[in-house]
């Protein structure tokens, strides 16, 4: 298959191409030190999928590479069978990648509709199709951020600057929505709701989702399917059900903290926070 890229002056993709984001045997290292291991995944345009592992597992990393922040070493990242790996952040944003980061990238001096705004403005550039029935005001009333329209961004709490990163991203109109730890720093009553506001977005904008966080009844309820990292490796992946029962996440992941002798961290105690 010939693949479209960014490079050689090819103009940027224009509107959906349809199909399935998908990662395929992707390496990643730095130097001598390689983080992801021949990373296989992938994500339905309808689909939710979680992402999950101990610290240091890779997970970011695979975030950045997939809308390329990062290179990959080896392996390809596709989206509708186009490449989108090794290109750049705005060739995967215009193929229809929209992201949150782990630590949040607003524009702090922004008001939170103007921050809504920019990124409308750039999905009306490159998917008018998708961007042109988009509403600003509903999106922000959908998270609950219209009490906070017209304030700066940088000076809402956490939780609401994590809700506005998701709504930034919306507003690009994408395909696949890509969400990094999203609920951290949130409260169990705004973490129900966040799930209620994701699955609602997905369908509303008929995109994928695939979302990371050390919350794990966030990630068992809100997605379809779970892929499991350790040490740059999946070493699991499947149904909620089927995941949480895999003697290898539950001796990784879920009972990481048993394992050790002087008790559970801050972060565990996080992951396992309801």
């Known amino acids: 298959m010939r693949h479209s890229t960014a490079s050689g002056g090819d103009a940027f993709p224009r509107e959906s191409h349809g199909g399935s984001l998908v990662v395929s045997n992707v390496c990643k290292s730095f130097g001598g030190l390689?983080?992801?291991?021949d990373v296989s995944l992938d994500c339905a345009p309808d689909e939710i999928v979680g992402l999950i592992g101990p610290n240091g597992a890779g997970k970011s990393?695979?975030?950045?590479?997939?809308?390329s922040l990062m290179t990959v070493t080896s392996g390809e990242i596709s989206l509708g069978g186009v490449r989108v790996s090794n290109t750049s952040p705005q060739f995967c944003a215009a193929s229809g990648l929209g992201r949150t980061f782990q630590n949040i990238k607003l524009f702090t001096r922004l008001t939170v509709r103007q921050n809504v705004e920019v990124a409308?403005?750039?999905?009306?550039?490159d998917r008018p199709a998708r961007s042109r029935d988009i509403d600003i005001s509903a999106l922000l009333d959908q998270f609950g951020l219209?009490?906070?329209?017209?304030?700066?961004?940088?000076?809402?709490?956490?939780?609401n600057q994590r809700r506005l990163e998701i709504?930034?991203?919306l507003a690009l109109a994408p395909d696949f929505l890509l969400l990094d730890e999203p609920a951290a720093g949130m409260n169990a009553a705004?973490?129900?709701?966040?799930?209620?506001?994701?699955r609602q977005a997905s369908e509303q904008f008929r995109c994928g989702v695939i979302v990371i966080d050390h919350d794990l009844r966030f990630i068992v309820t809100l997605c379809n399917r779970i892929f499991v990292l350790d040490a740059g490796r999946v070493i699991a992946s499947g149904t909620p059900e089927a995941v949480t029962r895999d003697p290898r996440v539950i001796?990784?992941?879920?009972?990481?903290?048993?394992?050790?002798?002087?008790g559970p961290t801050e972060e565990d105690k996080h992951a396992h926070t309801a």
Do not use: C, M
């Open 61 to 67: 990393t695979l975030i950045n590479a997939i809308t």
């Open 120 to 125: 409308h403005a750039s999905g009306l550039r």
């Open 167 to 169: 709504v930034r991203a």
């Open 251 to 262: 001796e990784v992941y879920i009972g990481h903290s048993k394992n050790k002798k002087a």
């Open 146 to 159: 219209t009490p906070f329209a017209d304030r700066k961004a940088g000076t809402l709490a956490y939780g």
């Open 34 to 37: 390689k983080v992801l291991h």
């Open 190 to 198: 705004e973490t129900t709701a966040l799930v209620s506001s994701v």
